[in-house]
């Protein structure tokens, strides 16, 4: 009895046109929301997940050419621009709340006043990223590393021309050379090359499961295979970030589009029971599934 009203509920789904499903997006489907409209050339975006503000490098046609570095409190709406010269990057330390922003005079933290602080580094910052400490790439091509505002070189990349770099959840470095894609562990020297991706942009979501959006559709790095699994058809998006709710925020032409999680999906629930484990043992022997199912597909753990 209870197939047979799974197999009505399905017949009835697919007989809806595509469209009332919304956008599909990691296997999930999602309604877009127009977060901002009129920007143009949206470079960067990041959202601050302490206080729901996205940051995003835009081009600003005030009397000269600038590049800016503009701001939307995603609950209250509140806009404005940090005033950084040039602005080009802009990247978050989520765990300790800090917002860092880099243009040519160099780096800045940017405060709750959204102030920009002066930090001691000069250089021509293009591209920064951050996980446990921050890095960017210069306007020469070269990675850095900041530790305790002292800038060093990056050892894997030393000799490597990139333009905008990530680290994911397993100590790879992706990073994009004329829009093509490539790969490093960290400490190693053996560069991989994805070469057949034309990439607009690369993001983490709030696991550091990397995201590469490309001229063909947006693509996750599946660490098991070495490989890029496709999980949208969204094309030509020039920035990308994710919400607490993995919701994707991006750019595309000049507005700002953020995914809402459909209603129609919200009933797409998978149950995992394990007999005759605890859970303490299934931790302990079972630490990469655990990982998988908690981290990544971001399973409610039934604890008790
Ligand atoms: C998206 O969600 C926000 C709040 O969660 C809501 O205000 C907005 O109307 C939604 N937009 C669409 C197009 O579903
Ligand atoms: C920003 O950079 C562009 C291109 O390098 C340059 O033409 C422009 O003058 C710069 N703007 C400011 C305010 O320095």
Redesign the pocket.
């Known amino acids: 009895m209870r197939l047979l009203v799974f197999i009505f509920f399905v017949t009835t789904a697919s007989a809806w046109p595509e469209n009332c499903r919304g956008i599909a997006f990691n296997h999930r489907f999602y309604e877009p929301e127009t977060i901002k409209e009129g920007l143009k050339n949206i470079q960067k975006l990041i959202l601050n997940r302490n206080d729901n503000t996205l940051y995003f490098i835009f081009d600003n046609l005030a009397v000269?050419?600038?590049?800016a570095l503009g701001y939307i409190n995603l609950d209250t709406k509140a806009t404005g621009i940090v005033t950084i010269?040039?602005a080009s990057s802009v990247a978050i330390d989520q765990m300790n709340n800090v917002v860092y922003a880099g243009g040519p005079d160099g780096l800045y933290i940017v405060n709750n006043k959204k102030v920009p602080e002066r930090l001691p580094v000069f250089h021509n910052i293009n591209d920064m990223f951050f996980k446990d400490i921050l890095y960017f790439t210069n306007n020469r091509r070269e990675t850095f590393k900041v530790i305790d505002n002292v800038v060093f070189r990056l050892r894997e990349l030393q000799g490597v021309e990139v333009d905008k770099l990530i680290l994911d959840d397993d100590n790879n470095i992706l990073f994009t050379v004329d829009r093509r894609l490539f790969r490093i562990r960290l400490n190693t020297r053996a560069v991989n090359t994805h070469e057949r991706y034309n990439v607009d942009a690369i993001s983490v979501d709030a696991y550091f499961k990397p995201y590469i959006a490309t001229t063909n559709g947006v693509y996750v790095y599946n660490k098991y295979k070495y490989a890029l699994d496709k999980v949208s058809d969204i094309k030509d998006l020039s920035a990308l970030t994710f919400n607490k709710m993995d919701e994707a925020i991006y750019g595309v032409v000049d507005v700002i589009i953020k995914l809402n999680l459909s209603r129609e999906d919200s009933f797409n629930v998978l149950i995992f029971g394990f007999d005759s484990t605890a859970r303490n043992g299934f931790i302990r022997r079972m630490p990469k599934s655990w990982k998988v199912l908690t981290e990544e597909l971001g399973a409610t753990v039934m604890e008790g």
């Open positions: 000269v050419p600038n590049k010269r040039n």
